[in-house]
């Protein structure tokens, strides 16, 4: 597809975009079109392109409905399923599967009063979903967990993990917009075990989480603070925490967590850490 006149050729008569279950295929193919729209001056070929485009998002629409209703029958788990094989993934880039998640979430991120964040604080990125299915399986996540995202934002971490495993998930994120969204997201889905909260990861009720999940969201003394309170509860109970990004640095230096990750300080990918108190 080297030019947009081929492109649009190939695509209206290639019937693979069309079964319901290619998002992948839609993805790139719509893609590839609006990079081919950009400077493009033929207004009919132009329409031709915007209907295909058109098109592909319809059918992702049916798509992104049927894997709802799954969800709330509790078939989530077998919805995702042709996405979850994710090997161990690197990189914060996103894929086919963020694509499938946000158009089955359906959030958008909301405009806030205080678009810089404030000091140590980190500006909103969503982990990329393959990272996500890979800590659920490295720290062995399970229904009888309870998995707390310290700064959620809109919510991804806590609702993909309750679809894939049924653990209850519980989330603490700085700004109510955002925790409105993803709420509202959770209550259509029928998610009654998904939890998010505003406020300051500080100040959290962290006494009920048996796995943490951090994605770099504050710094310095933040983070410092965070981490303290997460190493208070571990001398009560076994837990780990499942961080990305570049926090992961910090937590690999504390004496009371391990690894058997083989470089625990890696910052592109998921390194799980248990706590080192009481056996656990």
């Known amino acids: 597809m080297d030019s947009l006149a081929s492109a649009i050729a190939l695509l209206e008569h290639e019937p693979a975009w069309r079964d319901p279950s290619s998002f992948r295929f ?15 001056h ?5 329409s031709r392109a915007v209907a295909l485009i058109d098109a592909m998002a319809s059918i992702d629409a049916i798509g992104f409905e ?3 209703d799954a969800i709330r029958r509790g078939e989530g788990r077998a919805a995702f399923a042709p996405w979850l094989d994710v090997g ?7 894929d086919v599967l963020d694509h499938v998640l946000a158009g089955v979430l359906a959030l958008e991120e909301p405009d806030v009063a205080q678009p810089s964040p404030p000091r140590e604080m980190v500006f909103y990125q969503p ?12 720290a062995r996540i399970a229904r009888d967990d309870v998995v ?7 919510g991804h971490v806590p609702i993909l993990v309750n679809v894939l495993t049924g ?33 300051d990861a500080r100040d959290a009720d962290l006494s009920a989480a048996t796995v943490f999940y951090l994605f ?27 961080t990305l990004g570049p926090c992961t640095r910090t937590l690999a230096r504390m004496p009371w967590l391990r690894s058997d990750d083989a470089d625990p300080s890696a910052d592109d990918r998921i390194v799980v850490f248990r706590a080192g108190f009481r056996g656990g």
Do not use: K, N
């Open 66 to 68: 049927t894997m709802r």
């Open 88 to 94: 161990v993934p690197t990189g914060q880039h996103y």
């Open 148 to 154: 707390m995202d310290l700064g959620a934002g809109l």
């Open 42 to 46: 033929d207004p009919a070929l132009v």
């Open 127 to 138: 982990s990329p979903a393959r990272h996500i299915v890979d800590g659920i399986a490295r």
């Open 167 to 199: 653990a209850r998930t519980l989330g603490v994120e700085r700004e109510p917009a955002y925790v409105e969204r993803a709420m509202d997201a959770a209550r259509s889905l029928g998610l009654a075990d998904v939890h998010l909260a505003t406020g």
């Open 216 to 242: 770099t969201p504050f710094i310095g003394t933040v983070l410092r603070d965070v981490i303290a309170g997460i190493e208070r509860q571990a001398r009560e109970r076994p837990l780990c925490v499942v």
């Open 26 to 40: 839609r993805a790139d193919a719509a893609d590839r079109l609006e990079l081919l729209l950009i400077g493009a």
